[in-house]
T-cell receptor
Framework: NAGVTQTPKFQVLKTGQSMTLQCAQD?????MSWYRQDPGMGLRLIHY???????DQGEVPNGYNVSRSTTEDFPLRLLSAAPSQTSVYFC????????????FGEGSRLTVL | GQQVMQIPQYQHVQEGEDFTTYCNSS?????IQWYKQRPGGHPVFLIQ?????EVKKQKRLTFQFGEAKKNSSLHITATQTTDVGTYFC?????????????FGAGTQVVVTP
């Protein structure tokens, strides 16, 4: 069982470039989310989705875009990369609102020069 | 910003000693969760606390939810090197939050053999 799969694991971008971080889950979870992790800041929610076609903003959405066309996939798009977006990004999924447990992917480390 | 405060930010522990990390919120919580992240890894769910005053144990780990549901603690007895990592608490503000977890900054634990 693959769980939550993120690609790529590492990426270096130049300021102004765009890219997409991919996230896929094979657990048929309705809820998916993206977090970024910076030293001393914990995990901050960027965007989340409660089902196909439904997305909403989290705590730090600026500079990021998401869509949810299928239950399995939840890509995160960086529209014009900035050095402040250098971070580790985690995708996570949740089976239902009562179960509570977030399943995380292994993370994508992004550096913006 | 973050609603939940974790203290201490860093914890150096001698192997075999006990320690406690705390999570404090400014608001009453629906429930609280704890996660562990090993160095270089991704967060892994440990436990969820739902009831006021609830205490749960997992081997050497004891989790407690405050009577007013505004704070929580994680106590580890007889610390081992396998306990190294960062421990996060995550709060769910209401049952309508639908998994919109807000994470604390974490307690980074270093164990000295």
């Amino acid at each position: 069982n693959a769980g939550v799969t993120q690609t790529p694991k590492f990426q270096v971008l130049k300021t102004g470039q765009s890219m997409t971080l991919q996230c896929a889950q094979d657990m048929n979870h309705e809820y998916m989310s993206w977090y970024r992790q910076d030293p001393g800041m914990g995990l901050r929610l960027i965007h989340y989705s409660v089902g196909a076609g439904i997305t909403d903003q989290g705590e730090v959405p600026n500079g990021y875009n998401v869509s949810r066309s299928t239950t399995e996939d939840f890509p995160l798009r960086l529209l014009s990369a900035a050095p402040s977006q250098t971070s580790v990004y985690f995708c996570a999924s949740l089976s239902d609102r009562w179960a509570g447990e977030l399943f995380f992917g292994e993370g994508s480390r992004l550096t913006v020069l | 910003g973050q609603q939940v405060m974790q203290i201490p930010q860093y914890q150096h522990v001698q192997e075999g000693e006990d320690f406690t990390t705390y999570c404090n919120s400014s608001t009453t919580l629906s429930n609280i969760q704890w996660y562990k992240q090993r160095p270089g890894g991704h967060p892994v769910f440990l436990i969820q606390l739902v009831k006021s005053g609830e205490v749960k144990k997992q081997k050497r780990l004891t989790f407690q939810f405050g009577e007013a549901k505004k704070n929580s603690s994680l106590h580890i007895t007889a610390t081992q090197t396998t306990d190294v990592g960062t421990y996060f608490c995550a709060e769910v503000l209401t049952t309508d939050s639908w998994g919109k977890l807000q994470f604390g900054a974490g307690t980074q634990v270093v164990v000295t053999p």
